[in-house]
């Protein structure tokens, strides 16, 4: 008996160098542990060459993954949307100040596609993830967005902090990373392009990462539990940057 796929992915070594070969945007490649030589090893070669990260995996993972038995050790998820370039969304900006929400490590794609949601209705010029320990633009995740994915650019980068490096030297934009040791979040002057870095749902801000960032913002923690969601914490902070460049007062 065939088992529920729980994503959209792609079982067997010709369907998926197929897909490959096809340039689909794809979020990652599974391959079961032990098979990485042979026939398989063209998959691998393949996708590194375009970037995509392979993963190992059970063939018990395979079959959850894909839903069917015979998937020969190998399964891709393909992206259900497209990424863009930074290009892009530079060109989105126009002559407006920048403004970039950076996720690093959001692993939940629910939690992503919120953020991708929060931000585009905040008024942000796009989102930043990165290739790996991050979720992409799946299935699950598209449509936590409610539609927001088809509007809003996402642009998946090989290292997070040398894309804020280049746009720090590019376009002097200004980073502000969510964290618990911050300035209050309502205190801050976000004037400028922005750049604002929220961290996973564990975790929080990588070291490095937080590094990067010129400024920590934090959001006051009235009751007994000391953090929010990710996507929440995100959308609260967004909201203050659109509060400000509107030229509201707050009450």
Not at 63 to 83: C, E, K, L, N, R
Not at 171 to 185: E, I, Q
Not at 202 to 229: A, H, Q, T
Request: aromatic share 4%; charged share 25%.
């Amino acid at each position: 008996m065939e088992a529920k796929p729980k994503t959209e992915a792609v079982a067997g070594r010709n369907p998926v160098l197929e897909l490959l070969r096809s340039q689909r945007e794809l979020e990652c490649v599974y391959i079961q542990t032990g098979l990485e030589k042979g026939p398989v090893g063209r998959i691998i070669a393949l996708a590194r060459e375009r970037g995509i990260p392979v993963k190992d995996a059970t063939a018990e993972k395979l079959t959850a993954i894909s839903g069917i038995t015979s998937h020969q050790g190998v399964a891709a998820v393909p992206a259900a949307a497209d990424y863009a370039r930074m290009e892009e969304v530079l060109r989105r900006a126009g002559e407006e100040p920048l403004f970039l929400v950076f996720a690093d490590g959001v692993e939940d794609p629910h939690n992503l596609g919120a953020i991708i949601r929060s931000a585009e209705a905040a008024g942000a010029h796009g989102v930043v993830i990165p290739k790996r320990h991050s979720a992409g633009l799946t299935a699950a995740a598209v449509k936590a967005a409610a539609g927001a994915a088809a509007h809003l650019p996402v642009v998946r980068v090989p290292n997070l902090a040398a894309a804020m490096e280049e746009l720090k030297t590019t376009r002097n934009m200004w980073f502000y990373c969510a964290d618990m040791d911050g300035a209050h979040w309502c205190t801050v002057d976000y004037a400028g392009a922005v750049g604002l870095v929220v961290g996973s749902e564990g975790s929080g801000v990588s070291r490095l990462i937080k590094e990067k960032c010129d400024f920590v913002v934090s959001l006051p923690m009235r009751g007994r539990i000391n953090s929010l969601n990710a996507s929440v914490a995100a959308g609260i902070l967004m909201y203050e940057v659109a509060r400000q460049r509107m030229g509201l007062r707050a009450r």
